[in-house]
């Protein structure tokens, strides 16, 4: 986990190595350190090995894409009195496999600078970044061998212990040794034959800095969090790129918060600013591998080598094959598959009903209340929440019959659970006398939990309803996975928890790890019932995505993964039934596996939802803790949770207290306003 990023006040960064800085961090080396003996001084092969052994400890200073600044470190048990060692001993041929995993101590292998960025403070920066290492792992402390480059100049004048003492002393100034005795470092002795350089006649310093100490720059308390905020939310720079935003992109693009993105990774952001946030929002559920997963980006990085995209209605390329023989094989039901694969997940929904319309015949779709199915004019018809989404955009595409759905935390007085899902039932049933007969219905489309709605799993009864009219009157049954899916339930698809098999299932969001693509998999003879050219597009199924897409399923088919998912589920679900209980204004938790929301409510007995602005108040207060957050839910009063379905548990839990601070101050204040009046 590549957790440090702080920018420095003149914009230059200090991160966590990744494996793309690996030939420029060898080119640093030689620059750096150019009278070193080769066999000495890492390689390319070298740093990739660090980061692999040791990831927390390897740093980069950065303008730009540049590395101008670095440090090797790894952990070892070390003993102090040990004053004899050589480099040698320490990296072991290059490769510093002396690491040890639960070693005591950072050691530091090298600090390097570009000559033309010293005296800008990298070097000290670089340290104080190790020292967040320390404290966040926990260990006594820093230790390094400092050459002394100074001496070299003097060595046929000086004997190599007076040049020490006089440096300790004061009065003799090191370019390195006093540099390091300034950031905090206190020498424990001089090494002879330490490394083969001339420039410091092969000495160099036993150094330690303890735990104790405070280095400056370091914070310990980002050492033990994620989160990492220098500034407001938006800060100076995001301010200038949300008025150009404003300026150059239409108004009705909206946008949850007014967070501007640097470069994310896993589940942190990292803003212009300089600030870290921890991503909840997940790009509305796109993101369950999280941001940019190596194996992703390895795969996008080698096909882009290989062809960008040559067009499925032209040619016929490995990455969109593989990608549909994955999806026939994975989801669910026995009989003959095959997928069609889109841009997205709306073209994907508009794609499986044109497919139900040509196999049946017919012409009218069945769609729920406060669904969601994408803005194409098709789609736009099928979705639900009209004053966000529909407003002044119709006339819209007919043959659409929209009826309700069992929200159960929203039952009707007298009348139980049970008894409400029987009254859907019923509607659903007298829809088809009502509204159309069921001999021109071509396909039922249903989301397993309805996302923009509220998280809302639909209740199981009503979903087997569905399948039995479905398998009774030759309707097409089909599941919009396009949120819910991918894992993001705990299961590949949420149409797995209730042991039914729809006819067809549209995934996308989670499926492309961040890249555009949508899909529809189903029943052979549905698929293959358009005529020739009667499906496609220009850049469905491009083999940039369909890589991502193989990549990010062969992760999320993963047991583990899965079952760290499930256990990110009972982390929120314990948390937010937490909050239900401290705050009334958390009217209700609701959602399948981990992919969770509260609903907010002024009134708690009459669940009176919150308005919409008090609740985006709260989302912007928890933005500005150091989280990402989106709304959802028929009346813009609930806030869904979809993390990256890999984020470690610390990392979630300081999200969600992060989160509850933000609840509690807003509570806080309605309670202050309440007793003003």
């Known amino acids: 986990m590549r957790w440090y990023h702080r920018k420095l006040a003149d914009g230059l960064v200090i991160a966590h190595a990744r494996p793309e800085h690996a030939a420029q961090l060898e080119e640093l080396q030689i620059v750096c350190f150019p009278t070193l003996a080769d066999d000495q001084r890492f390689k390319r092969a070298h740093f990739l090995k660090h980061m692999e052994l040791f990831q927390d400890g390897q740093f980069v200073a950065l303008d730009g894409d540049s590395v101008v600044g670095a440090t090797t470190t790894l952990r070892l ?37 570009r000559p033309e960025y010293r005296g800008r403070g990298l070097a000290t920066a670089l340290y104080a970044a190790r020292q967040e290492v320390v404290w966040r792992l926990k260990l006594l402390g820093q230790v390094t061998a400092g050459m002394i480059p100074g001496y070299g100049a003097l060595k046929e004048t000086m004997a190599a212990e007076h040049y020490y003492e006089g440096v300790l002393a004061g009065t003799i100034r090191d370019p390195t040794l006093s540099m390091q005795m300034n950031v905090g470092f206190e020498p424990r002795g001089l090494l002879a034959n330490y490394l083969d350089d001339p420039v410091c006649d092969n000495y160099s310093v036993l150094l330690v800095l303890n735990a104790e100490k405070n280095v400056r720059g370091a914070s310990r308390g980002h050492a033990m969090s994620y989160i ?26 909206g946008r949850a918060t007014d967070v501007v993105v640097e470069r994310a990774e896993g589940a942190l952001v990292f803003d212009v600013d300089g600030n870290t946030l ?23 990085q080698k ?9 499925a209605l032209v040619t016929t390329y490995e ?29 994907a929904v508009e794609n499986s009903v044109k497919l139900a319309r040509k196999y049946t015949g017919r012409s009218t779709v069945i769609c729920f209340e406060g669904a969601y199915h994408g803005r194409t004019l098709l789609t736009l018809s099928l979705t639900s929440k009209y004053g966000l989404f529909k407003s002044g955009f119709g006339p819209f595409a007919p043959e659409i019959v929209r009826l309700p759905i069992p929200n159960l935390y929203r039952t009707p007085p007298g009348m139980t659970e049970d008894e409400y899902v029987a009254f859907g039932i019923q509607q659903l049933e007298q829809a088809m006398v009502t509204q159309v007969d069921p001999s021109a219905v071509a396909a039922i489309i249903i989301e397993p939990v309805q996302g923009e709605a509220g998280f809302l799993p639909v209740p199981a009864r009503f979903l087997e309803r569905i399948r039995e009219l479905c398998d009774r009157h030759g309707i097409v049954m089909i599941a919009d996975e396009v949120q819910c899916g ?5 299961r590949l698809f949420a149409i797995e928890h209730y042991g039914i098999v729809p006819d067809l299932i549209v995934s996308a969001k989670s499926l492309g790890a961040g890249m555009p693509i949508g899909a529809v998999t189903g029943r052979a003879e549905i698929m293959d019932s358009a005529h020739l050219g009667g499906i496609g597009s220009t850049y469905g199924g491009s083999p940039m995505a369909c890589v991502a897409a193989l990549e990010a399923l062969k992760m999320i088919r993963q047991p583990d993964f899965l079952a760290h998912a499930n256990r990110l589920g009972d982390v929120m679900r314990e948390v937010l039934l937490g909050w239900k209980q401290k705050w009334p204004i958390v009217g209700d938790v609701r959602g399948l596996g981990p992919m969770l929301l509260i609903e907010l409510v002024s009134d708690p007995e009459t669940k009176t939802p919150l308005r919409p602005e008090d609740t985006l108040g709260i989302i912007r207060q928890a933005v500005s803790k150091g989280v990402v957050l989106i709304r959802a839910g028929v009346y813009s009063n609930c806030i869904r949770f979809l993390p990256p379905l890999n984020m470690p548990e610390d990392m979630l839990r300081e999200a969600l207290n992060a989160v509850g601070a933000a609840i509690e101050s807003v509570t806080q204040k309605q309670r202050e306003a309440v007793g003003t009046r």
């Open 228 to 253: 990492r905020i220098n500034t407001e939310i938006p800060g100076p720079k995001a301010k200038q790129l949300l008025a150009r935003r404003a300026a150059a992109i239409p108004s009705g693009l």
């Open 278 to 300: 921890i991503d909840l929002a997940g790009g509305i559920g796109m993101l369950a591998v999280g941001h940019s997963p190596a194996p992703v980006v390895e795969a996008i």
């Open 77 to 113: 048990h070390f003993d102090l009195n040990h004053v004899d060692h050589t480099f040698a001993d320490i990296i072991q041929g290059g490769w510093l496999t002396s690491h040890q995993p639960d070693g005591a101590w950072l050691y530091g292998a090298d600090v390097s600078v």
């Open 319 to 347: 990455p969109y094959v593989a990608l549909a023989e994955l999806l026939n094989e994975i989801t669910p039901g026995t009989f003959a598959k095959k997928t069609l694969l889109a841009n997205s997940g709306a073209e």
């Open 486 to 490: 991918c894992g993001r339930t705990g």
């Open 303 to 311: 096909q882009a080598e290989k062809c960008i995209h040559p067009c």
